[in-house]
């Protein structure tokens, strides 16, 4: 049976497997490494800097309730402290 090209109800027999065309040529395990590594650049684009702390898991849940009550994420709530500590006054000591 032949196809006709003004014909869109016959089935492709000798053409490309029906479906979404592939609009990206890599795999997705390629594209999520393409990804992250432009995510890394652009952070670092920004002045980020990675950090990477190991820490019990209490001491997590602690910091995910104060992150939750202050509505920050982990790293705005960690940098606030930070900052927050470098802007008290350094002379703490006690007047003689």
Known sequence: MAKASSDRNTI???????GRPRTQPLTRKDQLKLNKRAQRE???????????LVVEQDIINKLDQLCEISGLKRAEWLTQQINKSIEKPKNTRPKK
């Open 42 to 52: 652009k952070a670092k684009a920004q002045g980020l800097k990675r950090l990477e």
């Open 12 to 18: 492709d027999l000798f053409g490309k497997s029906p």
